[in-house]
């Protein structure tokens, strides 16, 4: 069945480093591919998206591209700061139209 | 818009006893999911709703758990009995199509349930 793995956390970054997510996954077809963000108190959001293959999701500095050679949606960002600390899930959605969370990374941003 | 609303915040129960969960998704979003988020593990699909019909609850364990949508709007979820491996954070969520493609999910903001 459809899966995906995320680096395992927590991540601890200084401000202004740069950030990097892995997220690789397994699905039969051409899946949709999220980033979902959990701030602290709050419920889970959208953070981006990509629905084909090469295409990049990007949002509030963040960024990712669907590599379908390498399975992969990688989330980045060049300069991260305090207010990004929060859990990050990536997620697919295959054509059976579930959407599976991979376990969560937790970023912590050190002042 | 208002989005979606979900209660308790917080429960604590203790084993062997019933517990339920409603959600009130975004006006107009057909699709409605429940999640099950343990702690340190990404959310798990435990029902999905497109208007009043269930599309999926195969990882809904039904010897506990039970959920409608009645007139295709809230939802509730119930467990009885709970167990301990129940202690979990119950998310809901909805969308204005079926959340696939390009669609996106709106979450609540839980409903953290502790089970003694």
């Known amino acids: 069945g459809n899966s995906v793995t995320q680096m395992e956390g927590p991540v601890t970054l200084s401000e202004e480093a740069f950030l990097t997510i892995n997220c690789t996954y397994t699905?039969?077809?051409?899946?949709?591919l999220f980033w979902y963000v959990q701030y602290p108190g709050e419920g889970l959001q959208l953070l981006l998206k990509?629905?084909?293959?090469?295409d990049k999701g990007s949002n509030k500095g963040f960024e990712a591209t669907y590599r379908k050679e390498t399975t992969s949606f990688h989330l980045e960002k060049g300069s991260v700061q305090v207010s990004d600390s929060a859990v990050y899930f990536c997620a697919l959605n295959g054509r059976d139209d579930k959407i599976i969370f991979g376990k969560g990374t937790r970023l912590h941003i050190l002042p | 818009e208002a989005g979606v609303a979900q209660s308790p915040r917080y429960k604590i129960i203790e084993k062997r006893q019933s517990v339920a969960f409603w959600c009130n998704p975004i006006?107009?979003?057909?699709?409605l999911y429940w999640y099950q988020q343990i702690l340190g593990q990404g959310p798990k699909l435990l029902i999905q709703f497109q208007n009043n019909g269930v599309v999926d609850d195969s990882q809904l364990p039904k010897d506990r758990f039970s959920a409608e949508r009645l007139k295709g709007v809230d939802s509730t979820l119930k467990i009885q009995p709970a167990k301990l491996e129940d202690s979990a954070v119950y998310l809901c969520a909805s969308s204005l199509v079926g959340g696939g493609g390009t669609g996106e999910l709106f979450f609540g903001e839980g409903s953290r349930l502790t089970v003694l």
């Open positions: 990509a629905t084909k293959a090469d």
């Open positions: 006006s107009g979003h057909a699709t």
């Open positions: 699905a039969t077809g051409y899946p949709s």
